[in-house]
């Protein structure tokens, strides 16, 4: 899987856009772009994932430069709430074995104010 | 949605039990997953398993074995407690392996 690189921490202003960047500049064609986080002693959260069009759900949008090189996730109105480190990665899109782990990097470390 | 319960938060046992963590899911996922989570090495694959009754070793399995007789229930097993097996113990599902993984609240467990 292709390495990412993201700020280790932002913060962000409660009400405000959130705009988290990733540089994934080795990804392959058959590579997805995922965004998880974690909130403070729980479980890691499933957000979004894309290969090349912009995505949008219930929750954030996430959108792919046309080189696909870099993404940003999008929190539209963030709340305390949304406090949280936020992972990006990269995985293949098909199932085979050898595909199955994940692997975090250090992640974002968002921090809403209020 | 998706839910992954694991049976406790938090566990404390002593060095030398065994232990069972239990995990259920309740979307009918084909693939479960037990990863552990240690601060500076991230997320690490125990075990995971494609179907009912098989499993695939992680990266690190040793000390650890896994019991999938139902679906929708992963259990891993600690069969000889160590001290560094304290960590916090994560498990997730998902559809198929390269669709996304759906995690539990995690156990934090402490072997004394």
């Known amino acids: 899987d292709a390495k990412t690189t993201q700020p280790p921490s932002m913060d962000c202003a409660e009400g405000r856009a959130a705009n988290l960047p990733c540089n994934h500049s080795?990804?392959?064609?058959?590579?997805?772009v995922y965004w998880y986080r974690q909130i403070h002693s729980q479980g890691p959260q499933y957000i979004i994932h894309g290969l090349k069009n912009n995505e949008t759900n219930e929750m954030a949008s996430l959108i792919i430069t046309e080189d696909r090189k870099s993404s940003t996730l999008i929190l539209p109105h963030a709340t305390l709430r949304d406090t949280a480190v936020y992972y990006c990665?990269?995985?293949?899109?098909?199932?085979?074995?050898?595909?199955?782990?994940?692997?975090f990097g250090t992640g974002t470390r968002l921090t809403i104010i209020p | 949605d998706v839910k992954v319960t694991q049976s406790s938060r938090y566990l404390v046992k002593r060095t030398g039990e065994k232990v069972f963590l239990e995990c259920v899911q309740d979307m009918d996922h084909e693939n479960m997953f037990w990863y552990r989570q240690d601060p500076g090495l991230g997320l690490r694959l125990i075990y995971f398993?494609?179907?009912?009754?098989?499993?695939e070793k992680g990266d690190i399995p040793e000390g650890y074995s896994v019991s999938r007789e139902k679906k929708e229930r992963f259990s891993l097993i600690l069969e000889s407690a160590s001290t560094n097996q304290t960590s916090m113990y994560l498990c997730?599902?998902?559809?198929?392996?390269?669709?996304?993984?759906?995690f539990g609240d995690g156990t934090r467990l402490s072997i004394l």
């Open positions: 080795t990804i392959s064609g058959n590579e997805y």
């Open positions: 997730a599902s998902s559809w198929e392996t390269d669709q996304p993984q759906h």
């Open positions: 990665i990269v995985r293949v899109g098909s199932p085979n074995f050898g595909n199955e782990k994940l692997t």
């Open positions: 398993s494609y179907d009912v009754k098989m499993k």
